[in-house]
Every structure is written in C-alpha cells, then in structure tokens.
C-alpha cells in the first residue's frame, strides 16, 4: 500500500530533550516536506526537500533541523525543543512539480507536547 | 481523535443536501488549487484538484470551480453523506519551479452533517 509513515503517532518531551520524528514514504517520491497544525493557524510549512540532499526552509523553520539522506526518509530533529512546539505535525511527500499528480500524500500525524 | 482546530468556521448541512465550501487565495501567480479533506485523527486526504486554466472540474460527487478574478475557490459536494463530516482544506501551489512543490493552505473549514 502505498504510504507515508510517521512515528511515533503520540510523543509527551521535556524542554531542551532532543527529539526526532522519523516520516517514511514507499512511493518514489522525490519531494517530501513537513506541516505543523495548530488551531486557527492551519498548515504551515517547517521544511521541505525537493530530492536527495536537497532541503529547504519553509515559512516556521526555528527550532527545527532535518535531513534527506535517502530518498524514502526525511526525519524531522528538534535539538531542544520548547512548548510552543507542542503542535500536530504532518509529513507529506509527492512526485516533483514537473510530473503528473502535484498533490501531496499525508502521513496520519505526529502529536508532540512538551512539557 | 486528534483535534485540527478550535476556532474553525463551521457549516452544518442536512444529509441528502448539497454543500459548498468556499475559499479565497491571495497569490495570483497560483496554478495549481487542491481540496484536501481531514477526519479526525488522520492526515489530509486529496479531493480534487485543479489547474489555474481551468473554471471548473468535476470528480465523483465533488466539484470544484475557480473564478481568477476574484481569487475565489469553491467545493461543491453533491447529496451530502455522514461520511463528508471532516474540515476541509484549499491549498494553493504558486511558482512550482522555484519552491517545487510548496502548498500553501487554507485554515479549514469544518463539515457537520446533520442526519
């Protein structure tokens, strides 16, 4: 079946304990990116990646890092994070602009609240 | 399930009954507009979509209409079902080449369907 996988689902921190979100995707896709959604601000984008070793900052990168090693992963790292980083956060991959089907496939979300 | 949003606009619908869901962008040098549909506790699931040289674009009891002189985006649901209870989301593309495939959304709006 074809996915986007985020772990974990739930994830209850501390200020300043690093963390990592890991976003697995089985599509080939080339473009990956990562979404935090809080109430009344809708989607908004932290990173994204347009292919292997290529990253980006979207509009709210502070406070985040990420990586593309591989194609079918793209781990968001939080070095020290804060409580207003308690948020719902979505990774979505998709093929590149160029190609047929521009929309994005969403991971089922990654609830982090730090305390 | 998770919650998306609090502070959400609302349409209540009765089942049987159509529905519209409107959206406005900003960006004018958007191509490319999708509808993405949240349930509770999942992530964003791809509707329809559409491409700025386009008016109108029908899917399976779903229709889309855009109208670029006033930047305005609808969703059109047909006979309204239970299952259609979910916060819907516009998404804009602009620029594919210099930011891939980067979406800007919406803030949502909430469907509650009335039996």
Sequence with gaps: ?115 | GESVGLHLPTLSVQEGDNSIINCAYSNSASDYFIWYKQESGKGPQFIIDIRSNMDKRQGQRVTVLLNKTVKHLSLQIAATQPGDSAVYFCAENANIKAAGNKLTFGGGTRVLVKP
């Design chain 1, 1 to 115: 079946e074809a996915q986007v996988t985020q772990n974990p689902r739930y994830l209850i921190t501390v200020t300043g304990k690093k963390l990592t979100v890991t976003c697995s995707q089985n599509m080939n896709h080339e473009y990956m990116s990562w979404y935090r959604q809080d109430p009344g601000l809708g989607l908004r984008q932290i990173y994204y990646s347009m292919n292997v070793e290529v990253t980006d900052k979207g509009d709210v990168p502070e406070g985040y890092k990420v990586s593309r090693k591989e194609k079918r992963n793209f781990p968001l790292i939080l070095e020290s994070p804060s409580p207003n980083q308690t948020s719902l956060y979505f990774c979505a991959s998709s093929y590149r602009g160029d190609r047929a089907g521009y929309g994005y496939t969403f991971g089922s979300g990654t609830r982090l609240t730090v305390v």
